[in-house]
């Protein structure tokens, strides 16, 4: 069973950059699919952006596509969100979390999660 942590969250301004990533514990994240969702308050989880286990194929949201970029590095069990251009709106917890198969963009298909970390853009 994999463990996940994401790291990187903060308060941004309107227009800034934040690069948001997931570690693995347990077992290799390079077994797993991996996607990144958000929930803000009041709000369904909402599905960013996922990779296959290769980090050959990414898959996005339309809206997430263009300011959002979903990549892997496997020599450090990790998957990155660069998030570009930021909007109030973006503001959320953000997830990470793992499957063992591709792909998908419900969160109910995940089966690990991480704990989320809190990103904040002020106007």
């Known amino acids: 069973q994999v463990q996940l942590v994401e790291t990187g969250g903060g308060l941004v301004q309107a227009g800034g950059s934040l690069r948001l990533s997931c570690a693995a514990s347990?077992?290799?994240?390079?077994?797993?699919?991996v996607g990144w969702f958000r929930q803000a308050p009041g709000k369904e989880r909402e599905f960013i952006a996922a990779?296959?286990?290769?980090?050959?194929?990414?898959n996005y949201a339309d809206s997430m596509k263009g300011r959002f970029t979903i990549s892997r590095d496997s020599a450090k069990n990790m998957v990155d969100l660069q998030m570009n251009s930021l909007k109030p709106e973006d503001t959320a917890v953000y997830y990470c979390?793992?499957?063992?198969?591709?792909?998908?963009?419900?969160?109910?298909?995940?089966?690990?999660w991480g704990q989320g970390t809190q990103v904040t853009v002020s106007s």
């Open positions: 347990g077992r290799s994240i390079n077994s797993y699919a």
């Open positions: 990779v296959n286990w290769s980090g050959g194929i990414t």
């Open positions: 979390a793992a499957r063992d198969r591709w792909s998908a963009r419900s969160p109910y298909d995940y089966n690990y």
